[in-house]
């Protein structure tokens, strides 16, 4: 699930070429075809081509092989303690630490330097404490670096510093300025390679901590808790879905599409400064366990989201209580204050760059996704600079369900009000 995504090519003519970035095959000429299908390749699928002799090719299948419930076939060969069956509590939470362990320790494979992003969240600071932990285990020499940004009184670097003080990394903060992660827009959409609206606000801040790490320090991998709110419920609106089954159904199609939202950001934003990426709850043997788990488990409890994740970390003292139960923060809401966040300044940035006759056209001008929002238009527009007519790479917005929203951030969300008034 970690794994750099896979783009195709096809040329008109039917010759055939692959890339691990979109951007490789826009810009490949072929001298007998003025235009390139370009495609995402669907993760967990292979396909199988008709290699002619002339070396054109043609699709003959495309075959699923793996699917995100899935234990995988090396699960015979792993060396994890002895997992107990059944559903009782005690027993599940005891094999979650147990596979979560395993997957932070399997992701220590390295020569280079191993270094963290804290939020201050519960995904970030349960990984950062493991990770420690297991540093420290295999005698590595050098301490943990772990790493938050965030803006002037943001939630994020609060909450990141006492995290950091309980576990003992040696803590950095990176601060930028609206003007700053305003500045960043053009290259962080030419990195994404996406338009999609709630991805390029997340990403800003990944981007320039990512830029800070490789510039200022000798850290090359880095570990982050990505994938963990797909798997474990952890959106506000979970909070919303009608039924445990429902919420289970909505937690495997996020862990679908992550190749188009979550994980693009945090691999595309941290490609672009050369740095590799480890995260371990998309860890297959964890997350194919955590959804065999009965439906009920996995869903909400007590107003609290991931709480069977919280409640499996209670004993161990890894990070402290009030992080533990930290309500969910948006990372493009975090970065900034509750008085004046990310979205909202990007909102007032662009509405002196798009006008309302450019909105009026949105449609005639672009048919496909149509920006419903100035800042959607905005984002479209740099995307169709960069990429032009490559608009179907994203399928559609991510967006809350179960709830009438018009914005993807967390904040415009009534459970987040009640939980930052609290």
């Known amino acids: 699930m970690e794994s750099d995504p896979?783009?195709?090519?096809?040329?008109?003519?039917?010759?055939?070429?692959?890339?691990?970035?979109?951007?490789?095959?826009?810009?490949?000429?072929?001298?007998?075809?003025?235009?390139?299908?370009?495609?995402?390749?669907?993760?967990?699928?292979?396909?199988?081509?008709?290699?002619?002799?002339?070396?054109?090719?043609?699709?003959?299948?495309?075959?699923?092989?793996?699917?995100?419930?899935?234990?995988?076939?090396?699960?015979l060969y792993d060396n994890v303690d002895k997992l107990f069956p059944g559903f009782e509590i005690e027993t599940v939470k005891n094999n979650l630490r147990i596979l979560f362990n395993n997957a932070v320790k399997k992701r220590l494979m390295t020569d280079r330097r191993i270094g963290c992003l804290l939020s201050g969240g519960l995904d970030s600071s349960l990984v950062a404490a493991t990770l420690l932990k297991q540093l420290k285990e295999a005698q590595v020499q050098y301490p943990l670096q772990t790493f938050a940004i965030g803006m002037e009184d943001s939630p994020d670097l609060l909450a990141a510093r006492k995290v950091a003080n309980h576990i003992g990394s040696e803590h950095y903060e990176v601060l930028f300025n609206s003007e700053e992660g305003i500045q960043a827009l053009d290259e962080v959409i030419f990195s994404l390679e996406t338009y999609d609206i709630t991805t390029v606000r997340a990403s800003v801040g990944m981007y320039l901590i990512s830029k800070y790490i490789?510039?200022?320090?000798?850290?090359?991998?880095?570990?982050?808790?990505?994938?963990?709110?797909?798997?474990?419920?952890?959106?506000?609106?979970?909070?919303?879905?009608p039924s445990p089954e429902e919420a289970e159904e909505e937690s495997e199609r996020l862990l679908r599409e992550l190749y188009l939202f979550d994980v693009l950001r945090a691999d595309r934003t941290t490609a672009a400064h050369g740095l590799d990426l480890r995260v371990p709850f998309l860890d297959h043997r964890f997350s194919s366990y955590y959804l065999s788990l009965p439906p009920e488990m996995r869903t909400p409890k007590n107003g609290i989201e991931k709480h069977l994740l919280r409640e499996t970390s209670e004993e161990s003292n890894l990070i402290p209580k009030e992080i533990l139960w930290r309500p969910k923060e948006a990372f493009s809401d975090g970065v900034t204050s509750v008085k004046n966040s990310w979205f909202k300044i990007l909102q007032e940035y662009v509405e002196h760059q798009v006008d309302d006759a450019m909105m009026a056209n949105a449609a005639q001008k672009f048919p496909f996704n149509t920006p419903k929002t100035k800042e959607g238009y905005y984002y479209r527009q740099i995307f169709e600079r960069h990429y032009p007519g490559r608009a179907d790479w994203l399928s559609h917005y991510w967006m809350p369900k179960w709830i009438n929203a018009t914005d993807p951030s967390a904040r415009t969300l009534t459970h987040y009000k009640s939980a930052a008034k609290a």
């Open 6 to 75: 896979l783009f195709k090519a096809m040329t008109e003519d039917g010759f055939l070429a692959v890339c691990s970035e979109a951007k490789g095959l826009v810009t490949l000429k072929h001298s007998t075809t003025p235009f390139l299908k370009v495609e995402p390749f669907l993760p967990g699928h292979y396909e199988v081509l008709d290699l002619k002799p002339n070396g054109k090719v043609a699709s003959v299948e495309m075959v699923k092989y793996h699917h995100c419930r899935d234990e995988p076939l090396h699960a």
């Open 214 to 241: 490789r510039k200022n320090t000798d850290n090359v991998v880095i570990f982050s808790g990505e994938g963990s709110d797909e798997l474990t419920q952890g959106y506000i609106y979970f909070h919303k879905a």
